[in-house]
């Protein structure tokens, strides 16, 4: 077995000339493949070491951490919970806040997203987003400062605002506290879909909670226009037109247990657990039979 390798057989990442060799057995439904892995290694970013920065090597491979931080996003675990096949729980830890602190999720996720688009055919950037929320119940480690309360949903805990591309696939994510307005919490996110997805993007559809002022400010300030796509009078379900992108999006990141109630301390963490959610689901996308 490769030295650091995270399964018998497995690669190991391309640091592994600097790692202890690394035994795993167990295999878990959340471990990347060969594939996806082929995908994800060149994408993490450098140690410091590596830029004349100072520093140690890492001691750990980065194929084991990252299939750490999914079976933690998968499963819903606490990190001190992690099985003894992984790294050292406080080794993953800060490992995904070093790179949640250096934006390395956020580049991820556009390489691979980007990636998705070109081989289905389409331009890395797309032209037309969908953005949406939803309230999710904050755990009792979530600060009293960060929360809040949605009284439509009547939901106590925080809100996490989304914008997709047309095939659900995620460009950003914003979390606040619940009672903030959907609104008031797109000015931000439009922002940061503009870092992730370029100046292309000139189409928003959205629900009725986003209508006021945004839609002025959006066209003056981004350049976007902000179609509502408003739900129908009938006492019956329907399928919104290109709303039911993004509900399905939202419904892939609940998917996994982590991002069911918000767990964690620092907002910009819950984001980073939204990210791996969609990383994993864009990678597996990425490397699929087509």
């Not at 491979?61 to 992984?86: H, M, S």
């Not at 870092?195 to 300030?221: H, K, M, N």
């Amino acid at each position: 077995m490769p030295a650091g390798g995270s399964t018998a057989g497995a690669p190991c990442c391309r640091l592994a000339a600097s790692h202890q060799p690394t035994r795993r057995t167990s295999r878990y439904p959340s471990d990347v493949t060969d594939a996806q892995w082929a995908e994800l290694d060149p994408l993490l970013p450098d140690p410091a070491c590596l830029a004349g920065q100072g520093g140690r090597w890492e001691k750990h491979c980065r194929r084991v951490i990252v299939d750490a931080i999914l079976y933690v996003v998968d499963n819903g675990i606490k990190w001190r919970a992690l099985p003894a096949d992984f790294s050292p729980w406080p080794t993953v830890y800060e490992r995904f806040a070093a790179w949640e602190k250096v934006g390395a999720t956020q580049r991820l996720l556009d390489e691979l997203r980007d990636r998705v688009r070109l081989v289905g055919d389409r331009v890395a950037a797309p032209s037309a987003v969908i953005m949406d929320s939803q309230s999710v119940r904050a755990a009792e480690t979530v600060g009293r400062a960060t929360r809040g309360y949605d009284a439509g949903k009547k939901i106590p805990g925080r809100k996490r605002h989304i914008v997709v591309d047309t095939t659900g696939l995620l460009l950003a994510v914003l979390v606040t506290p619940a009672s903030t307005q959907d609104r008031v919490a797109a000015r931000s996110l439009l922002r940061r879909m503009r870092d992730a997805a370029g100046r292309r993007a000139s189409s928003v559809w959205a629900d009725g909670g986003y209508t006021g002022p945004l839609l002025d400010w959006a066209r003056a300030t981004l350049g976007l226009v902000v179609e509502i796509v408003r739900r129908p009078d009938l006492p019956y379900f329907t399928v919104l037109p290109r709303r039911w992108v993004v509900e399905r999006t939202l419904a892939w990141i609940t998917g996994h247990r982590r991002c069911v109630r918000d767990y964690e301390r620092l907002r910009h963490h819950h984001e980073a657990m939204v990210r791996w959610s969609m990383i994993r689901i864009t990678s597996r996308r990425l490397t699929q039979p087509q």
